[in-house]
């Protein structure tokens, strides 16, 4: 079964390549990965915050973080 790709080039500062490397590496990953991981996180992210929701970092049932999207 064949998969349409698409090839992009985008420009990154030094800092968001390291930490692009950094995710790739210790993830097991490789980088076009993370950044297709990284897009669905985003989207789900924007799709709850347009619901009204707001997303989090829990552990233990205690909010460690909260997630704000500002659109």
Do not use: C, F
Not at 9 to 34: F, H, I, W
């Amino acid at each position: 079964m064949a998969h349409n790709k698409k090839r992009l080039n985008l420009d990154l500062t030094p800092d968001a390549y390291e930490e692009l490397q950094r995710l790739a590496e210790s993830s097991g990953k490789n980088m076009a990965d993370v950044l297709r991981t990284g897009l669905k996180l985003y989207s789900l992210v924007q799709e709850e915050s347009r619901e009204g929701k707001n997303l989090g970092i829990v552990k233990d049932n205690k909010v460690l973080k909260e997630i704000v999207v500002i659109t």
